[in-house]
């Protein structure tokens, strides 16, 4: 069945007299007719769901206007005010919006702050009788997470996902469509789409993307086409007959639930629903069941018929004394390490481990899951025996997570399993029972059916499961190696699941353990085994898994064998993380000399690495390096080669805020060690959010960005007037103001500031940027420059400090 939404709303009210800078969920309260209107007027075009005036009636949203008392009052009164207009002719979708700041590590909203905040207003928009919970407009998948997850504790209702992508076809945060229909839909999103930002043409194969992972049914609500700035207004260009014209490829490309964002009048939900009325659902292909773990930006697949996935092991204190005295420590400099240079090695996934005796494990992974999350793109397994550190971890993963391991003990089972449901993850089933390690294939297998019977029972499903055939000491067992061949043998033959397990064991108490793992490895990929979970840093066996994907055909011809055996015949190699290999360079400056100790600051910034910027900067110093080199040719240079990754779509918003954190404690050190010597602030950079604009979220991180790349600057918040802006550049010197507007209705106040500066005599640039905001609008309204994002407002404000 297709099912019509309606369209946008806030130019509705605005054009019915709502003012600029107004908070648009009081009408709900102060005049409920207006609203009404709005909806009876989509009802009458065709809609068959309307969306409640709520998009920011949370207590974080409504602080900026006061009423942040009135959450419960304000969504009830929204969702009556829909049932009153549409008069049982339609559905009502209570809508959530965006709170508009980031949650940690990427900003300062705490993640139980984030769900209290949509606990509340799920729980009034169910009390005053929606029908579905909206979550829409997210540009985050961790905020998007926090939502679903409080509207699913909060209430019984279906809860539809709508994220919004870029050109580039990513969110903000970098999630794109199919990690976020795998993330989403495992977490128990009833309807999963995408809304705003782009036309249709453009949401075209996102809906395509998001319907091939997913058998969820898929919601679109575009724009009507991209802004364009035209006699100084903000319009969107497609007519209702443009934009219905994409309905029958829409629906064919697996919507079923089509709508309008900005732009879109009862009009074009009138032409899309008679668009609609001469369409049938198309018949979608079932997604495969396959094993998929994300994180916040990549997808991992774990199957037959793919190429082995190494999960790596290092993340884990066990026999590491140094590793265990930092987590007791609280330090992450060794775990953030071991991150990156798995991922470098061509390690898919990672187990991660805070097993330290008299720590608070919970707080321990909170910390972990934080921080690895920001700094790779590698999905992560959760590995811990403690209930309470599991679902610490799981919670603030942005991403689906795997777990390591529910055995068939019933205490694990019974704590675990309703976690692993809860939070969408997928677990790692040991075949250890309440008497110990079964010692056959034979029990193995009993055991892990037992796991898999009840996880079923649970609610988890085929593709969920990753089996451990469990290695024992050959040394101790004749039996040990031919055992677990035979249960990998057994895994494929009864239930189909991709395979794990650890592999070292096998060779304790032997001499020339590495050749024993490694034929072992060899003897273990020849019956199946999918995802080892071992060292990606041992050579041996990173060649035994290329010498036997060539023999088992993963490796075509043995094309990548073939080149790895040649590099290694003429450099040293260093396998990577999307399963070549790179040369190393042959060359490296010296770590005590100059040069090497500035290629360390550098590594340190562009991995984030806030931790060793202290130890880092009194190194270069004491070396005698100015700190303008320090500041040059160590963290300037680093975060240039950061903004070409980002925009070459290499790395995403998350670890580029983390570089610049890292940019920031170096800033510091510098300004504490060597005052007199550091280098002044390159200029002074102003930015505001302009009036009648509450959304600040952009702004925020290009403040974030150039705050810490040597700029003195002034933040004036948001909603801003002209006048204030104007003042501060005065008052301040201000070599740049930087003006953000998100709205197409807010986009005139730039022209008002930019002209009041000019009449001031202001000297200052003007930069601006926003999701509305166009290369060609900041020509027309006389700013010198436009940014598309904080990492391209960073390089211009300091090209033009140096001319």
Not at 201 to 224: D, F, G, H, R, Y
Not at 375 to 397: F, K, N, Q, V
Not at 776 to 788: I, L, R, V
Request: aromatic share 4%; net charge negative.
């Amino acid at each position: 069945m297709i099912h019509i939404f309606d369209g946008a709303t806030g130019t509705m009210l605005q054009a019915a007299g709502l003012k600029p800078g107004e908070c648009p969920e009081l009408v709900n309260l102060e005049r409920p007719e207006m609203i009404k209107a709005v909806h009876r007027a989509y009802v009458e075009a065709g809609s068959t769901i309307v969306e409640t005036n709520t998009f920011g009636a949370t207590r974080i949203k409504l602080e900026h206007y006061g009423c942040s008392d009135k959450v419960r009052e304000i969504n009830i009164a929204a969702v009556k005010a829909a049932k009153e207009a549409v008069e049982g002719k339609a559905k009502i979708a209570g809508s959530m919006g965006p709170t508009g700041r980031f949650i940690e590590p990427l900003g300062d909203l705490d993640f139980e702050e984030a769900y209290k905040n949509y606990y509340e207003q799920a729980s009034a928009l169910a009390e005053g009788g929606a029908d579905y919970i909206l979550i829409e407009t997210s540009i985050d998948i961790q905020e998007t997470r926090a939502a679903l997850i409080a509207a699913k504790d909060a209430t019984n209702l279906p809860v539809i996902c709508q994220l919004s992508y870029s050109e580039d076809g990513r969110t903000v945060t970098g999630t794109d469509p199919q990690t976020a229909a795998i993330t989403l839909d495992a977490l128990g999103a009833d309807i999963i789409g995408v809304n705003c930002s782009l036309g249709p043409e453009q949401l075209l194969p996102v809906v395509k993307t998001l319907a091939e992972n997913t058998n969820k049914p898929i919601s679109v609500q575009p724009n009507a086409g991209l802004p364009k700035f035209v006699n100084g207004k903000t319009i969107f260009p497609m007519n209702p007959e443009d934009f219905a014209r994409w309905t029958p490829k829409l629906i064919e490309a697996g919507a079923t639930y089509l709508g309008g964002c900005c732009g879109t009048t009862p009009e074009h939900i009138r032409a899309v629903a008679e668009a609609a009325a001469k369409c049938t659902e198309a018949v979608r292909k079932p997604v495969k069941k396959m094993l998929r773990l994300t994180s916040r930006s990549k997808t991992v697949e774990i199957d037959a018929s793919l190429p082995t996935v190494l999960i790596g092991e290092r993340i884990n204190p066990t026999g590491r004394k140094k590793l265990a005295a930092e987590i007791k420590e609280g330090s992450l400099l060794t775990v953030k390490k071991d991150a990156l240079e798995q991922t470098r090695a061509g390690a898919k996934v990672l187990d991660v481990n805070m097993g330290v005796a008299g720590i608070d494990q919970a707080a321990a992974m909170k910390r972990a899951i934080k921080e690895i999350a920001q700094m790779t793109t590698t999905p992560l397994a959760i590995d811990t025996s403690d209930a309470e550190a599991l679902e610490a971890g799981l919670r603030l993963y942005p991403g689906r997570a795997l777990i390591n391991s529910v055995s068939a003990e019933p205490e694990r089972i019974a704590k675990f399993l309703p976690l692993a449901k809860k939070y969408g993850a997928a677990i790692l089933c040991l075949p250890i029972t309440a008497e110990g390690v079964p010692e056959t294939a034979d029990k193995r297998i009993e055991a892990v059916r037992g796991i898999i019977k009840a996880a079923k029972e649970q609610g988890l499903d085929d593709g969920d499961f990753l089996l451990d055939a469990l290695v024992m000491t050959a040394a101790a067992d004749a039996k040990a190696g031919s055992e677990t061949l035979r249960t990998l043998d057994l895994y494929r033959k009864e239930f189909g699941y991709p395979s794990t397990m650890g592999l070292s064991n096998i060779s304790y108490g032997l001499p020339s353990r590495p050749l024993i793992n490694s034929t072992f490895f060899a003897m273990c990929l020849s019956h199946g085994l999918d995802a080892p979970i071992m060292n990606p840093y041992n050579d041996d066996m990173q060649l035994a898994l290329l010498a036997s994907s060539a023999l088992l055909g993963k490796d075509p011809n043995g094309r990548l064998y073939s080149k790895t055996m040649q590099a290694k015949g003429e450099i040293k190699t260093q396998f990577m993380s999307n399963g070549t290999e790179k040369a190393a360079k042959k060359e490296t400056a010296p770590k005590d000399s100059p040069e090497g100790i500035l290629a360390e600051i550098k590594e340190a910034v562009t991995e984030g690495s806030k931790e060793a910027m202290p130890e880092l900067i009194k190194k270069a110093l004491d070396a005698g390096i100015p700190a303008n080199d320090i500041t040059e040719h160590g963290l300037t240079d680093a975060m240039n080669d950061m903004g070409d990754d980002f925009g070459a779509g290499r790395i995403f918003l998350p670890e580029v805020l983390l570089s610049a954190e890292a940019m920031r404690t170096a800033f510091n050190e510098l300004q504490r060690l060597a005052p007199s010597k550091t280098t002044e602030k390159l200029g002074t950079f102003i930015i505001a959010t302009v009036k009648g604009d509450v959304h600040d979220l952009g702004k925020n991180i290009v403040g974030a960005l150039v705050g810490n790349s040597g700029f003195e600057l002034i933040d004036l918040g948001k909603d801003v007037p002209s006048d204030e802006i104007v003042k501060a550049a005065l008052e301040k010197k201000a070599d740049i103001v930087g003006l953000s507007a998100l709205m197409t209705t807010t986009m005139i106040e730039i022209d008002d500031v930019v002209k009041k500066l000019r009449e001031a005599g202001s000297t200052a640039k003007v930069m601006v940027g926003g999701a509305a905001v166009t290369p060609e609008y900041a020509q027309e309204a006389g700013a010198d420059f436009y940014a598309a994002d904080g990492v391209a407002a960073v390089r211009l404000a300091k090209e033009l400090m140096k001319k």
